[in-house]
């Protein structure tokens, strides 16, 4: 079946969101699991990438992961596969029920946003109306604060009944403010005469927006742990650089430190979204892009360069100061 998009142009790519709830404790072998599920489904035709958003919080257990491929029968193809029941058949006791999937063919990537993705039952004979009602909701969300667009997709046969919409607002906030607001409370209610069921998952990155690539590389957003070296390689020197340049001339000016340091902040946030991460993103998308980056050994010797490059900063602004 095909996707109907909401807002913006359909695409040819599929994706499948999966939901986790790992037991209490188990999260280290659920990441190792996650980890050998990674690596075998790079092995099929089609694959593009995966992302993997951990919980907010300690008291959220559940973990979304996003795989992407080229079509929807190559990644039908993975989801049938022995090799990934294997290791659903390996992973079950680390989850405090089976995991969830929603599946989307075509439409545009789930990325560089702060994205809800929602599945619907809906009721048999209801599909139209719930159709029309989806447009109801699309026209109330467009008048919220942050929303960035909106995609209705269809059930796709043989692999996933229900239907799902998946929308984006640039902030978490927004989203959060959106979810719990009158007016989708009250929509809802309306709604709930053409779906019998709806779950919610929530997907967000907290570096996201600093990972963009250039045309015909948007092959998703890297691991968080990724994310956080990386953004630590760029804000160290850019931090230190302003203390000793902008910073002294501050502090020579008599600046009130609480003002020194919003102006600090102003200038090292500017610096590392149009400077420092672009170049940053350049240097090392062999490492970043999840395309790119199929192998161990490329994991690790991505890592063990940032980690050089730490220890050259330290030494240099040792020197320095």
């Excluded at 993997?52 to 257990?61: A, F, L, V």
């Excluded at 659903?88 to 994205?115: H, I, M, N």
């Excluded at 102006?263 to 993103?281: F, R």
Aim: net charge negative; charged share 25%; proline share 5%.
């Amino acid at each position: 079946m095909s996707a109907r998009a909401s807002q913006g142009s359909e695409g040819t790519g599929a994706t499948v969101v999966t939901s986790q709830k790992v037991r209490p404790g188990r999260t280290e072998e659920y990441q190792r699991w996650q980890e050998r599920t990674d690596r075998a489904v790079r092995d099929f035709e089609g694959f593009e990438g995966t992302e993997q958003y951990p919980p907010d919080s300690e008291e959220e257990n559940e973990w979304v992961v996003v795989f992407r491929f080229s079509r929807i029968d190559q990644l039908t193809m993975w989801l049938r596969s022995g090799v990934r029941q294997k290791l659903l058949d390996e992973g079950s006791a680390l989850f405090e029920e089976p995991p969830t999937q929603e599946v989307l063919s075509g439409g545009a990537p789930v990325r560089d946003a702060v994205t809800a993705v929602i599945s619907h039952e809906v009721r048999p004979g209801r599909e139209a109306d719930f159709a029309r009602w989806q447009q109801k909701m699309l026209r109330a969300q467009q008048k919220c604060p942050g929303f960035m667009g909106s995609e209705l997709f269809e059930p796709v046969a043989g692999i996933q009944d229900n239907w799902v919409v998946v929308f984006r607002f640039d902030t978490r906030e927004h989203l959060d403010e959106w979810l719990g607001s009158d007016a989708r409370a009250k929509l809802l209610d309306e709604g709930r005469e053409y779906f019998s069921t709806y779950d919610v998952r929530k997907i967000t990155s907290p570096f996201s927006g600093w990972f963009r690539f250039g045309e015909g590389e948007q092959e998703g957003v890297p691991p968080n742990w990724k994310q956080a070296m990386s953004v630590v390689l760029a804000l160290y020197p850019t931090v230190m650089i302003l203390n000793l340049t902008v910073g002294r001339g501050l502090d020579s000016l008599g600046t009130p430190g609480y003002l020194a340091l919003f102006i600090g902040n102003v200038l090292s946030v500017s610096a590392l979204t149009w400077l420092m991460m672009p170049l940053v993103n350049r240097a090392l998308a062999f490492w970043l892009l999840p395309g790119r980056a199929r192998t161990v050994g490329v994991h690790v010797a991505g890592a063990a360069l940032v980690t050089a490059c730490y220890a050259l900063l330290i030494v240099v602004f040792g020197l320095f100061t």
